[in-house]
């Protein structure tokens, strides 16, 4: 069961004092449909440079990756020379990770592959649940899965094409922060209002 948060609020997670900003990113992004290439785009690299970390670390560096990798631009991302990807690595802004940094470009080109082939990457990411986002009914976070035979055929997929940091975990929490799952646990005020 989840408590209620300062403003009244049974929020799956950022309802305690000074944690506003991940108590908005859960009420107004997690678990809601998300069909906007560039920010498909940016969600995917957010979550392969939160591998091994928090992923509120990541949201507090979120307006650094930003500001970092041109607004999350793929066309733009894809072209960085190796010069601008080693700066970035002097960036305390962003997670400066030399596999981590260089992965943004890698996983531009294949994106920008993968959007000649299907029309967009909405299109072929929601047509692995057929287009309509899969509603769970979970009451507490330990019957939530870290990976789905969906978020496993993605990844693989997405790794046969090319990209890297998209292990079948990090790709379940991909699905939860585009949309694809609706997550929200029972007494949570968000559930099933996506």
């Not at 894809?78 to 940094?101: C, G, H, S, Y």
């Not at 260089?102 to 993968?114: D, G, P, S, V």
Request: proline fraction near 4%.
């Amino acid at each position: 069961m989840l408590e209620p948060s300062l403003d009244g609020k049974k929020r799956c997670f950022g309802g305690k004092p000074g944690k506003e900003g991940y108590a908005e990113y859960h009420d107004v992004e997690w678990g809601i449909p998300k069909h906007d290439d560039q920010f498909l785009f940016e969600m995917l690299i957010l979550e392969g440079a939160q591998a091994g970390l928090s992923w509120e670390t990541i949201l507090n560096k979120r307006e650094g990756y930003r500001a970092a990798f041109h607004n999350f631009d793929p066309v733009k991302v894809a072209a960085m020379t190796d010069e601008a990807l080693q700066e970035r690595l002097l960036n305390p802004n962003i997670v400066r990770n030399k596999l981590k940094v260089f992965a943004a470009r890698k996983n531009a080109i294949a994106f920008l592959k993968i959007q000649q082939e299907c029309g967009s990457f909405d299109a072929y990411l929601w047509a692995y649940v057929d287009g309509k986002q899969q509603l769970n009914h979970w009451e507490e976070f330990a019957q939530v899965p870290v990976s789905t035979p969906i978020s496993e055929a993605l990844s693989k997929d997405l790794k046969k094409r090319g990209m890297t940091f998209v292990g079948p975990t990090i790709m379940y929490a991909y699905m939860q922060s585009v949309g694809l799952v609706d997550d929200h646990l029972t007494d949570c005020w968000r559930y099933h209002k996506a």
